[in-house]
Structures are given as C-alpha cells and as structure tokens.
C-alpha cells in the first residue's frame, strides 16, 4: 500500500464524510471526551485519543435484541447501520479492535456493524496517563492490518497518511494526495521511537505478566484484591477488550424477545449455576480469573493465522487502573503481584 502527505486529517475527513458517517473524539459540556457524530463541515481539528470511552460500542453493542419468536418463527434482529468511519482511534484501540474481531468473528451482530466500519486511526506522540502500550505490543505505532487509514502528525503542520488496507484505498479515490518520501517515514519512525522512550518505567508490568505465567502468584495476594474489588464493573466496562455477556428473556404481547447486555466477570452471579454452585464464588477467585484472562498465556486467542489474536488479553491502555475506586488496576495489581 501507498502512503500519502496530507495537510490535515480535516482534509480527510471531509472526503470520506461524503459517503460515510463521521465519529471523532470530542469534549462534552461536561469536559468529557467520548465519541460524537461530527459533520464533515464542522470536523475538528484531532488531539491525542486519551479517551476513558473506547470504540468497543461500536461494534460489540452494549445492550441489543438477538431474536424474537412469535410462537411459531424464531426471527434474527440483525443490526443495518449505515456505513459509518472512527477517525482518531488510538493504536491501542486498533489492536483491542483486532482482537475483537476474531473473538467475536462468527457473531452475525458484531460482523453486521464491522463491515460497514471504516477505521482511521491516529499514531500518538506522546505516552498517555496510566497507558504501557510498548509492554504489550499494543503501540504507540499502529499494527499492520488493525486500521485501513492511520493518521501520523509530522512537523511543518503535514500529516502521513497510511494506507492499510483496500477498504483505505477505496476510501482515498477521487481525493488527490502527494505520495510521501523516505523523509517522512524516516520522522515517522523516530518519533514513535521517541515517544517509546518517554513511557515510565514498567518493569513491574513484565514483572507481573511472568509471576502470573508462572502460577506463583499467592491466593493470599488475590484475597486482598478481593476485598477491595467493589463489583462496580468500571474496569470490565471501559476495557476495550472484555467482552463478557449476559441474556435476558422478555414478551411483548404474543412475542418472545432475547436481549444481550454486556456483564462482567466479576459480578458475584456471572459464573452461578442452576444448581447454585459458584466456581468463582469469593472475590479473591473473580479477581484472579479476571488478570489470567487478561496477561496468562494459557488464554491467548488460538487462531489458524497468525496475527492480532495471539496476544495478550490487555492492549496496555490503563483505563482500569484510571477508573478503579478500590486500587487494583493494572498497575496497583502488578505492583502487589510483585511486591
């Protein structure tokens, strides 16, 4: 694939707005940043993605109809949204994407909203609060195949744009772009090197991942944890890669309706069974199943191909050590791990 200068990703946008729905990241009245349908027109210029929101919704809805029956035909309540695009979605969020998409890649729901998605991503520049990325192969820099368009700031007010797939390519037609040099791929590399060196020290990220790897971890360590767990489900719901869920059966009239919602793994009830057995009945237990999930080997999606589905279950974002009120994110539970 080409890869062009631009000198905005307005200029971008305006394009592709002609035949798509726009989605950027922008401020609430609250100050929140979360993201909004924008019109081409009024398409804002784009900052670093350090959004709490991810683009998980999208695609992985957090509450839909699966399907109804009247009593005599069962009838699938597939999605039909119109073709839409996510510009300025981080490189995290790309490879939590990629991951969702194999996951989920029999899902008629979630397939339903994907193909009508375009992806243009956005390469940071600087590390964002609580994110380590680089520890998880995650980022800074965009992975091959998790975007179709990624956006690259350069200096002197010019932007990289890269093509990834043919669904970017086909997006870019009828808009007429300088083809980019050795130059701008050469600044391209550095400063994603450069924004590498500025994460913090993580050594008690690795440090954690090869305690849990080795099942050294003590229960006591995951007993603590428990305790200071409130359910709240903040970490589940704001991980771009949690894809746990529920059903919940209901009528309207003559009419039975099958609804799917988003769950969390450390709900009390998630793995309750019929008999009322509980494999994960103390808190200590959720809270261990929930990091396993996320850093043990053991849990790597199997995938016939290689690529983004032989990872990790964590794309390094930090969301959860931001919004967890009992400190036991990411980052406070590796520290307790390794401690």
Not at 80 to 90: D, I
């Amino acid at each position: 694939m080409t890869d062009y200068l631009i000198d905005s990703p307005i200029t971008l946008a305006k394009h592709i707005g002609q035949s798509r729905d726009l989605w950027q990241l922008k401020e609430n009245d609250s100050g929140e940043r979360g993201w909004q349908l924008s019109a081409p027109e009024i398409f804002s210029a784009l900052r670093s993605p350090d959004a709490m929101e991810s683009a998980k919704q999208f695609f992985f809805a957090p509450r839909e109809n699966i399907f109804q029956f009247d009593g005599n035909q069962f009838r699938e309540s597939l999605p039909a949204p119109e073709p839409f695009a996510l510009v300025g979605v981080s490189s995290c969020d790309l490879t939590a994407i990629a991951y969702q998409d194999h996951f989920f890649r029999d899902d008629p729901h979630y397939q339903a909203r994907r193909q009508q998605a375009l992806l243009v991503g956005y390469e940071c520049l600087s590390p964002c609060a609580k994110g380590f990325c680089p520890s998880v192969d995650a980022g800074p820099g965009a992975r091959e195949g998790s975007a179709d368009l990624v956006l690259h700031q350069l200096q002197e007010d010019q932007w990289l744009l890269r093509v990834l797939t043919d669904t970017g390519a086909r997006a870019l037609e009828g808009l007429v772009l300088e083809k980019a040099g050795d130059a701008a791929q050469t600044q391209r590399h550095n400063q994603i090197e450069a924004c590498i060196e500025a994460f913090p020290d993580d050594s008690h990220i690795h440090a954690g991942i090869e305690a849990i790897n080795s099942n050294s971890v003590a229960q006591e360590t995951w007993d603590a944890a428990g305790i200071q767990c409130l359910s709240c489900s903040g970490c589940t719901t704001l991980c771009p890669t949690c894809s746990c869920y529920g059903t919940s059966d209901h009528t309207t009239g003559d009419t039975m309706i099958r609804e799917r919602f988003w769950d969390s793994c450390l709900y009390d009830g998630f793995q309750r069974e019929a008999s009322q057995n509980n494999p994960a009945g103390a808190a200590g237990d959720r809270v261990r199943r929930f990091w396993y999930h996320k850093f043990s080997r053991e849990f790597f999606q199997a995938s016939d191909n290689p690529g983004p589905a032989d990872r990790y279950g964590c794309v390094g974002c930090g969301r959860c050590e931001v919004t967890c009120p009992g400190v036991i994110g990411v980052h406070s539970m590796m520290k307790k791990i390794t401690e």
